[in-house]
């Protein structure tokens, strides 16, 4: 069977490592290794991974840089396996995670491996999960992804490590919000194979004080900026690396520029809703927009667009 | 505009949603509410999903073979509403399947094949790859599965798909067996006993359908005669199918209960005028012609074609003590064989159906035929429009309870004047016997074993048997599985020949 490395990428989790340690004990499959990775932790997480009775093969090590995607490529220059697979601390998988997808890595050899999530309360309630239609479709991943069909999250899949050294695909330094959109639109660049498990197994738990669920602040646009202007840079060079039409061309696009433009009234709304410097911070987020000369066509594009998003965004 | 028209819909579509995100609302909202309400409600709690109400399938749409599953898996789920088809591009083999509840996932594989454009009979639609451990979901597979072996009238998969299950009932398991043809004494028992014992609560229908078949299985025989007075005083207080009226009349005929038989016909056609001309039974419109109940001429020819066939049984039977007669099966297993030319030195030859006498198959099977046995039914059988046979023998029909076969007989009448049917008598015997409905070939070899003793081997060809599924049959002409409507065992029919047939 082909070996499985499980990167944990923790920032001062002292309250959710033992759930997470407890999934990985119970795992129907030893064969794996877990490498967990603080991003400078001071919680006394470290200590307390040390104290726990672990089952299964791990190492601890503390990320090279700062952020969760930091620690993620700290994760993966030094484990050696052949499938590495992302899980957050705060989250917990199946049982027979491991066996699964151990099964298709050794079976199957595709480059990616997806399973299906439910996205989980504190009460376990189940908020949103998998959308399978989308999740089985026959479309490119990378359009789907562009076009925000399927979700963008790095966890819930096993990617090859060779696939990943050849499209050297990494997670960006320093960003907190949208790290994974970068590091999936590189994993799926180049057509890969991907085979699919059709089963709910990762759980993604919604806590309420959450990277993803805190009140936008100004490194969120930030963020938001960074994140777009390099996936525009992977868009456009695949693009143009493709034979197609001119309509086939912008048609793409068009797309790129919409979701774009849907992701930033979605982070305007969010701030309206949120925050108490809203005003502020809406005046940040079109500032670095315009400002932006990477985005600049995806903008003049949205600006002559039937759509409404330039006006709900930039006015 | 568009903002406006966008905004518009969403008032009307969604209006929590509308209320929710709209700038202007939400400001007169926060106006009302005190500074502390503000900093509590500032996140949307995470609220959970609604469970779907539905279960839903999804299957791939690549090709020709796979249009013909969409429509069938369309047909199987008409009466299912609990379950939405989802066909499109999918990363699923052509020859898999999901279905979900919404919680759970299930591969399944589609095992039923296309054969010559026809879903072919015999499997089911959808098995699961993995042990499926949902009981929603294995229910909803057993659902599919039974409307699919329904679809096609797979009565024989049915039966057996249900017979072990839990949920098998007496009633649900004669019923079944009788629509997939199997006539084993176990069954015929089950049905008696089903059919009195629940005549009072039985569907009128079911009740139809036990009568119709035992009728078949059993001829006018004395275990159905109080069956059949029930039904007829049934008949005179409710409202029943006319054709089934009909039947029951016809039943009355061959019992020699005529007078029940006249007010039976005559009950059916005050109800439709009709109904004595759309249900032609020929021994019960014989006897309603020479009873003078009627004097149109379609029943006076069917009144003579009554006597014709009876007198032509008689005469095949002479034909066949004074002849020795070859019997070529369409069995593949003379093919490469070259026993053409020595077959054609026989004086007597019959086969069956649309069997093929044109080369190269001459080469195999030969040319020359004297008598052809035929099933009436020219979806299976082409209309054969030979000359100079010496006798077309109906394999598949009675004077008494097979409906409308004069009109067939009559058209069979051009071609040739000596057209007869195998005696009521053996094939009921026969069924009976195999406990099933016996195929052409062996009807037509139990008949020359009644006339002559047992069959010379030599006189024997094509009848292979052996390599034939239960519901199956295959031709040397077409190579692959034909008739998929019939319903014989070839295992007991190979059983019973190697008694009639001699070593």
Known sequence: MLEIDIIIPFRDAVDHLNNICSCLNRQTSNNFTVYFISDHSTDGSIELLKSLDLKFKHTILESLSSGPGAARNTGIENSCGDYICFIDADDKISDDYIEKFSFVATYEQPDIIECMFKAINTDSDVVSKTNLASYISCEDRFDSLISGAVPRLSWGKAYRREHLLRNNARFPDDIYNGEDHIFLLLAYNKTPRVSLIFDFMYFWVRHPNSLTNRTPTEKNIFDFIAVSEAKYKIFTERLNSQDIDDEAHHKNKITFSRRLFKEARSLKNDIIKNSDQHSSLIEALKMKLLASETLSEPMDIIKNDSTSYWSDVIH | ?503
Not at chain 2, 332 to 340: A, C, F, I, Y
Request: a positive charge; one cysteine or more; hydrophobic letters at 35%.
């Open chain 2, 1 to 503: 505009m568009n903002k406006i028209k966008r905004k518009f819909k969403k008032l009307i579509s969604n209006p929590q949603a509308f209320i929710r995100d709209s700038r202007l609302v939400r400001k007169v909202i926060l106006k009302n509410k005190s500074p502390a309400a503000i900093t509590i409600n500032k996140k949307t709690p995470i609220t959970p999903l609604k469970k779907p109400s539905k279960f839903e399938i999804y299957i791939n749409d690549n090709g020709m073979e796979s249009a013909i599953i969409i429509a069938h898996f369309q047909d199987c789920l008409k009466g299912i509403s609990e379950i939405k088809l989802n066909i499109g591009q999918y990363r699923l083999k052509s020859n898999e399947c999901i279905l979900t509840d919404g919680d759970n996932i299930e591969l399944a594989t589609i095992i039923a094949s296309v054969e010559n454009n026809t879903i072919a009979k015999g499997s089911l639609l959808l098995e699961v790859t993995k042990n499926n451990t949902f009981i929603n979901t294995s229910n909803i597979i057993h659902k599919v599965n039974v409307s699919h072996m329904k679809q096609l009238g797979d009565f024989n998969s049915l039966y057996y798909y249900y017979k072990d299950r839990p949920e098998c009932t007496d009633i649900s398991k004669a019923k079944y067996a009788l629509n997939a043809g199997i006539y084993t004494r176990e069954i015929i028992n089950l049905s008696l006993k089903v059919v009195y014992d629940n005549y009072l609560t039985l569907h009128q229908n079911d009740l139809n359908l036990f009568f119709r078949k035992l009728y078949r299985i059993l001829g006018a025989d004395s275990k159905l005669e109080q069956l059949a007075n029930k039904l007829a005083q049934s008949i005179r207080k409710q409202v029943y199918p006319v054709s089934f009226i009909m039947l029951l009349a016809a039943f009355f005929t061959e019992a020699g209960e005529y007078d029940k038989a006249v007010e039976m016909a005559k009950k059916a056609k005050s109800k439709d005028k009709n109904a004595w001309r759309n249900n032609r039974f020929l021994g019960l419109i014989h006897l309603l012609y020479s009873t003078n109940e009627i004097n149109e001429e379609w029943a006076k020819n069917d009144s003579e074609l009554f006597k014709k066939l009876s007198r032509n049984e008689w005469e095949f039977e002479i034909y066949a003590r004074e002849n020795n007669i070859c019997v070529i099966g369409n069995g593949p297993n003379e093919l490469g064989k070259k026993q053409g030319t020595l077959i054609d030195e026989n004086d007597n030859i019959a086969r069956f159906n649309g069997a093929v006498t044109e080369y190269p198959f001459t080469e195999d099977y030969g040319r020359k035929t004297n008598i052809v046995i035929m099933n009436p039914r020219y979806y299976e059988t082409q209309r054969n429009n030979k000359f100079g046979l010496d006798f077309i023998i109906i394999s598949d029909g009675n004077l008494y309870s097979s409906k409308n076969l004069s009109l067939k007989l009559h058209d069979l009448e051009q071609y040739c004047e000596n057209i007869c049917l195998i005696p009521r008598k053996l094939d009921i015997q026969l069924t009976q016997e195999i406990g099933a409905s016996p195929s052409s070939g062996l009807k037509f070899l139990t008949w020359l074993y009644k006339i002559q003793g047992q069959v010379k081997r030599k006189n024997i060809y094509g009848f292979s048997m052996i390599d034939q599924r239960h519901g199956m049959a295959t031709s040397y002409c077409k190579g692959t599985r034909t008739g998929l409507n019939t319903i014989h065992n070839w295992e007991q029919e190979k059983k019973y020949m190697e008694t009639i047939v001699e070593c």
